[in-house]
């Protein structure tokens, strides 16, 4: 069965902290992966997308990895801000037919003054 | 601005009642989505459309009907509401190949 299961599942971290947040997905045949931000009340927000062939991204202080491997990723945040505080959803795309996307359950991170 | 508008953001519903949830997209997008999103569960794909005119049936597909008339709107339908339909409801669209979903703002619906 395809799956996303993400790590914790929520988080509470001071502002300016580093932080890292897990996935670990048993998806096949698998296309891409991706980090999501989602805000409170809000529609989710691509972070980063992944081919199998990459093994980190950045987005300004957002860096994902990828080991294919042992089918694990991770999203690393790095001198955290208020503004972080919100969902980080890892979703990871199977290939082939329609745009089929697994969707992990999302890590709640909140970022204290 | 470009982007997916839902409406309407909020409602409150009495069981076996009509609800359409409108989505519009002024990305010309060929794809969209219907995904609904519950507590402690990750978006679960309800209905998609690859293109004007066609549709198909995702994970969680009953007891929801959707149209795509054209390439900008894609409702989503329940003819009979029941309180497990309370959810949040987002609708997304993408290009043919997939490479990024944009999400709506939302819908939350409550079913009583």
């Known amino acids: 069965k395809n799956q996303v299961e993400q790590s914790p599942q929520s988080l509470i971290i001071l502002e300016g902290k580093n932080c890292t947040l897990q996935?670990?997905?048993?998806?096949?045949?698998?296309?891409?992966l991706r980090w999501y931000k989602q805000d409170t009340g809000r529609g989710p927000v691509s972070l980063t997308i992944?081919?199998?062939?990459?093994n980190t991204k950045s987005n300004g202080r957002y860096t994902a990895t990828l080991d294919a491997d042992t089918k694990q990723s991770s999203l690393h945040i790095t001198a955290s801000q208020l503004s972080d505080s919100a969902s980080y959803i890892c979703v990871v795309s199977v290939s082939g037919g329609y745009n089929k996307l697994i969707f992990g359950a999302g890590t709640r991170l909140a970022v204290h003054p | 601005i470009a982007g997916i508008t839902q409406a309407p953001t909020s409602q409150i519903l009495a069981a076996g009642r009509r609800m359409t949830l409108r989505c519009t997209q002024d990305m010309r997008h060929n794809a969209m989505y219907w995904y609904r999103q519950d507590l402690g569960l990750g978006l679960r794909l309800i209905h998609y459309?690859?293109?004007?005119?066609?549709?198909g049936k995702g994970e969680v597909p009953d007891g929801y009907s959707v149209s795509r008339a054209n390439t900008d709107d894609f409702p989503l339908t329940l003819a009979s509401a029941v309180p497990s339909q309370t959810s949040v409801y987002f609708c997304?669209?993408?290009?043919?190949?997939?490479?990024?979903?944009?999400f709506g703002p939302g819908t939350r619906l409550t079913v009583l």
């Open positions: 996935c670990n997905y048993t998806v096949s045949p698998f296309s891409n």
């Open positions: 459309s690859n293109t004007a005119g066609t549709t």
């Open positions: 997304a669209s993408s290009d043919s190949r997939g490479t990024q979903q944009f």
């Open positions: 992944m081919t199998f062939s990459e």
